[in-house]
């Protein structure tokens, strides 16, 4: 028996666990500075980033799909988006060609850490490492060869050991949340209340 083999596996679990706790801490870090900059819940400032993680995916060679999940959007309102905004739309498409200029199209782009991160979060979404993948536009091969890298494969296993479950169906089709539309108005302050 391997002694040494399970002992390397391991470590980079344990290495693997805490890169995926920093990406998470991170993501929370990021909401944590938008509390104190009281823009929480303002729409335009949240779409504003959307935006900005959108074009910066597109920048680094990476497909409408995996443009969207860096955004946190549907690929849908990604298309909408560029349909309804000729500014965004013309910001996607230089950031294409900034990325087609310095080859970062094809099987290039799904082999950075940015879109290893989307990767990631995918996983942790509970999307399937295929589907996944698909999303980013790493082919199966690229895919199998990622994989058969240890701190790869590893990561893959931490992000899927923290994967959300998919919720329970609801009985409402909907779910609803408060956002500010003007950075000019405060939070929402109970009837009578100054």
């Known amino acids: 028996m391997n002694t040494q083999h399970g002992d390397v596996t391991s470590h980079h679990l344990a290495w693997a666990k805490r890169a995926v706790d920093d990406l998470n801490a991170g993501h ?25 993680e959108a074009v910066r995916a597109a920048a680094m060679g990476l497909p409408p799909a995996a443009c969207a999940l860096a955004a946190g959007i549907s690929e849908r309102m990604l298309t909408v988006w560029q349909n309804t ?4 739309n013309a910001a996607m498409a230089s950031a294409q060609a900034l990325a087609h ?14 879109a ?3 990767l990631l979060r995918a996983i942790q979404g509970g999307t399937g490492i295929l589907a996944a993948a698909e999303q980013i536009g790493i082919p199966r ?3 199998q060869k990622l994989r058969a890298r240890p701190r790869v494969a590893a990561l893959v296993t931490a992000a899927q050991s923290i ?6 169906r609801r009985s409402k089709p909907y779910a609803y949340r408060l956002v500010r539309t003007s950075p000019n ?5 109970a009837p009578g209340k100054p």
């Open 28 to 52: 929370e870090a990021h909401r944590s500075l938008g509390e104190a900059l009281d823009t929480t819940g303002d729409l335009r400032a949240e779409n504003a980033q959307r935006r900005a």
């Open 85 to 88: 905004d000729p500014h965004f």
């Open 101 to 114: 200029a310095h080859e970062l199209t094809g099987s290039a782009a799904p082999t950075s850490p940015f």
């Open 116 to 118: 290893l991160r989307l």
């Open 141 to 143: 091969h690229r895919l």
């Open 163 to 168: 994967a959300r479950k998919p919720a329970p």
């Open 185 to 189: 108005v405060g939070p929402p302050t």
